[in-house]
């Protein structure tokens, strides 16, 4: 199994910059691509950003590319979702995620971390 502790969420404002992390732990060869989707309240979970721990290859939502970074510490076992110029819309539950491939359901999930942005 894989946990997955997420981390660093809060309140900011519009314009402002957050970093999230997500610690990864257990048998984490499972978790070659590692992911951050998010959900705001009455909406479904969407797609933020993924990355594969082998080439490094990262994707992006339309809505957040150009604003949003995501990276890792693969020696920490560490995601991170560095945000920038936050937007009200951004405002949600954010979810770290892991899977064996790009081919592969997400299997592994943490509990999220709130991020909200005040206008």
């Known amino acids: 199994q894989v946990q997955l502790v997420e981390s660093g969420g809060g309140l900011v404002q519009a314009g402002d910059s957050l970093r999230i992390s997500c610690s990864a732990s257990?048998?984490?060869?499972?978790?070659?691509?590692m992911g951050w989707f998010r959900q705001a309240p009455g909406k479904e979970r969407q797609f933020v950003a993924s990355?594969?721990?082998?080439?490094?290859?990262?994707y992006y939502a339309d809505s957040v590319k150009g604003r949003f970074t995501i990276s890792r510490d693969n020696a920490k076992n560490t995601v991170y979702l560095q945000m920038n110029s936050l937007k009200p819309e951004d405002t949600a539950v954010y979810y770290c995620?892991?899977?064996?491939?790009?081919?592969?359901?997400?299997?592994?999930w943490g509990q999220g971390t709130q991020v909200t942005v005040s206008s």
């Open positions: 257990g048998r984490t060869f499972s978790t070659n691509v």
């Open positions: 990355i594969t721990r082998s080439t490094g290859t990262t």
């Open positions: 995620a892991g899977r064996l491939a790009a081919a592969s359901d997400w299997n592994y």
